[in-house]
């Protein structure tokens, strides 16, 4: 039994504190704690650091939202109350104790116990906490594996309401959630609704089939626009042990147009049970789908790449997940990305036509980053650099002939020198190099002879 914390070692008068915390959120802070009356351990949530008003309303609201949750998929709450810490009162909430660990801990561990039967159990059971929660107004904003506890017998239970939103408050603003989990329109600051959880838990789902954060990026920025924009891979392509039904219901969760996800977690999970045992789901009936994906072949067969890239684009949005589709995807990103080579390449063409040698190499720069192997962009580059490098030639011959006529034999012999950092071999520079000392010897011994016989007149 491990000693109690120094300053808090009992809490509401039956809580004593057993251990160093067990868990860490934005704002809280959780202990192992016995209770004295129940004569069994818990869990006891309370806030971290300094406690600003704002942090007491959020994590009274959090403990006062899973008061009114009971649902054996969410956390219970035992009790509630305050104590004294540094001259000031700090809440706190009790729970059970939960034997098991979290689901990003089962990943990070790439855990035995993630088989797909299993990982879609787990998805089932959130979706069941998750829709109690809907049906009373109230949305997590922040599903995320770390959130979802897996106890040792596989029973779920989601955790950590602390950025919960009512659906009938006005008064929540800004951004709440982890960025990676996050919905499309969380971060376009739109309100979160019951199809943004779902979006978030889809997400942990994928993550939990393939190891991979199917948006998460190397900044904020790009992990938004992955969200925004990026179409992560087929499960079944990165997973061979899921099929390709299971992708198709998890990608639809994550669909960047809330109205075209799951309308309910419940939905999601049937979708997910459905697919786990391939029957057949109205919803992906390719007959659904098939004349918009012909449209799009014909596009493609036109050339009108543009029109194709907007209706797989829509389709994608709403989605949809299907095998022509991927090629088809393929090949407009191909030609799209060709049609943008090209533009580029003319551009610093023209750039060179008007010697803006550095715009120029930045159209080639732009179009390397797209195709690092493309050819034509490094002869062009190659190009560019050496018309730059004679008209730099050029340019310092120009002055280095203009300091020898001036007598100024060091500045001549200095733009003679960057020349030669150009091409050690050019033999203009290198004559012109003699020359200006030639000239430069003639003139001291000139001067010298001049005044030798300013001397001998004096």
């Not at 989601?158 to 939103?165: A, K, L, S, T």
């Not at 954060?213 to 990026?230: G, M, Q, S, V, W």
Request: hydrophobic share 40%; aromatic share 6%; proline share 5%.
């Amino acid at each position: 039994m491990s000693a109690p914390l120094p300053g808090m070692r009992i809490i509401g008068g039956r809580y004593q504190i057993r251990s160093v915390p067990v868990g860490q959120g934005g704002m809280g802070v959780v202990y192992m704690a016995y209770d004295s009356v129940t004569k069994r351990d818990v869990a006891l949530k309370s806030l971290r650091g300094a406690v600003e008003p704002a942090a007491l309303e959020l994590f009274a609201k959090e403990w006062t939202v899973l008061a009114k949750l009971s649902h054996p998929n969410i956390v219970d709450i035992l009790d509630t109350g305050e104590f004294e810490q540094n001259g000031q009162k700090v809440p706190f909430f009790v729970m059970p104790l939960l034997p098991g660990v979290t689901l990003d801990n089962l990943i990070r561990k790439a855990s035995p116990r993630l088989t797909v039967g299993r990982v879609i159990e787990m998805v089932t059971q959130t979706c069941r906490g998750l829709q109690a929660a809907h049906d009373k107004g109230i949305i997590h904003r922040d599903l995320k594996p770390s959130n979802i506890f897996v106890m040792d017998d596989d029973t779920v239970k989601i955790i950590d309401f602390g950025v919960v939103h009512l659906a009938d408050a006005q008064s929540m603003t800004g951004v709440k959630g982890t960025l990676p989990y996050m919905a499309p329109e969380q971060v376009d600051m739109k309100p979160a609704t019951p199809a943004s959880d779902i979006f978030s838990l889809g997400v942990v789902c994928y993550e939990a089939l393939t190891g991979r954060k199917p948006f998460a990026r190397e900044n904020d920025i790009e992990t938004i626009r992955a969200l925004r924009h990026y179409i992560p891979p087929a499960i079944s392509e990165v997973n061979a042990t899921v099929n390709q039904l299971v992708s198709r219901v998890v990608h639809r969760a994550m669909a960047k147009q809330p109205s075209y996800r799951f309308h309910s977690a419940r939905d999601f999970a049937e979708g997910l049970q459905r697919a786990l045992r391939n029957e057949p789901i109205e919803a992906f009936d390719r007959a659904r789908i098939g004349a918009r994906v012909e449209r799009v072949k014909k596009a493609c067969q036109s050339g009108d790449y543009e029109f194709a890239n907007d209706i797989l684009t829509e389709m994608e949005a709403e989605g949809h997940l299907d095998p022509d589709m991927h090629l088809l995807r393929l090949q407009i990103d191909q030609s799209l990305r060709q049609k943008t080579i090209r533009q580029l390449l003319e551009s610093a063409r023209t750039r060179l036509e008007e010697d803006e040698f550095p715009l120029a190499l930045q159209k080639i720069q732009e179009a390397l980053e797209l195709d690092p192997a493309n050819a034509e962009a490094r002869i062009l580059a190659a190009q560019i650099e050496q018309r730059r490098g004679s008209r730099q030639v050029g340019n310092w011959l120009q002055l280095a002939r203009e300091h020898m006529d001036n007598h100024l034999y060091k500045q001549a012999r200095q733009a003679l020198q960057e020349i030669l950092k150009i091409n050690p071999a050019d033999a203009k520079a290198r004559e012109l190099m003699a020359e200006a000392d030639r000239r430069e010897q003639d003139f001291i011994s000139n001067r010298n002879q001049k005044e030798q016989l300013y001397q001998a007149a004096m």
